[in-house]
């Protein structure tokens, strides 16, 4: 059934050495009421070309042409730019492979999904627990997932999904992402959960034909272009903190030795040392993660603010977590290690969502 949806909405499919499915698969959208498909060719061989001609034919179809292969990152971008000064007015955009992996009837859903005028990134996962899908593809889609969870506070039942739509208005922050092979999904996800765009998963049709067969996706090189993504800006946050760890030792020793001969009070000693160890240690971590971690620039008036007010939220909680699992009968260094460790990963969530946000 046709649908106003269907008929205000762009489908953008990149495309890599494709077969007689895509033509097939772009006339079973027209047929359900899509009028506007971009077709990226992503650098495909002269054999391919008589393909691309054929979808080029139809009416409503627009195909681009990449003189070498870029990588799906970049052939998104440049269908997404191609949709903004083309389609300006459409109601949102539908990516989609084009190995026949993506029914029409998923397509029409999230069509539908764009009607409700929500900021927000719908992603049409599948379901990994069916017998056929392969078994690299549940185990690995289910890690990574759990990873993504864990760094990034959100489980996202199927993270690799090509198939994804959102309302024409987020076009320029969709193209402003960096990235330019599969990695650059990836990056998507990041930079919306940053910016604190909804990310809803839609319940889709689960299809590997030949078992995947005709994906251009290389498993050990593309995996570790993703999860080089997903975990480099939690390294480069830890490999920070060991710095700002260290800082905050030579500051402390520093000071407690320069004022050594002035104090016989070793209460306020200690105290004078740590304050100023705490202070420079904390201003260096503030700028490294800024600039390095969460590549951000400007007036850093506000995230430091931010920062200031979560530091002394997490010193206090740290304080009351190590003193009521004392009352449990938790030793204080226990304790104190369990409770850091896991405001070590409240500090790295807030910081990503709340004091680095994406604007």
Known sequence: ????????????????????????????????????????????????????????????????????????????????????????????VITADADGQHSVKDCLALAEKLEGGEKALYLGSRDFDLPNVPPKS???????????????????????????????????FMTDVEGERYEYEMKVLISCSRAGIPMIPVTIDTIYENDNAGTHFHPIRDSWRIYKVILGTFFKFMANSLICVALDQIV???????????????????????????????????????HLVFGKSGKPGKAFFRYAILTCCIMLASAVGTWLLGKLGISNLIGKMVIDTLLYFVSYHAQSRWVFREE
């Open 138 to 172: 549940r185990k690995g889609n289910k890690i990574t997932s759990a990873v993504f969870k864990l760094l990034y506070g959100q489980y996202l039942p199927d993270t690799q999904t090509g198939l994804r739509a959102f309302r024409t208005e987020e076009l320029p």
């Open 1 to 92: 059934m046709k649908t106003d949806a269907a008929e205000r909405s762009v489908i953008l499919i990149p495309s890599l050495e494709p077969d007689e499915r895509l033509p097939a698969y772009i006339r079973a959208l027209m047929e359900k009421g899509f009028s506007h498909v971009v077709v990226v060719d992503d650098g495909s061989p002269e054999k391919s070309q008589i393909i691309f001609q054929e979808i080029e034919s139809m009416p409503g179809t627009a195909v681009l042409h990449h003189d070498v292969n870029h990588g799906k990152g970049v052939a998104l971008k440049t269908g997404y730019r191609y949709i903004m000064e083309h389609y300006p007015d459409a109601l949102g």
């Open 252 to 290: 402390f020793n520093l000071v407690n030795l320069a004022i050594l001969h002035n104090y016989d009070n070793q209460a306020k000693l200690v105290l004078i040392s740590t304050i100023c160890a705490r202070i420079v240690s904390s201003v260096a971590n503030f700028s490294l993660n800024r």
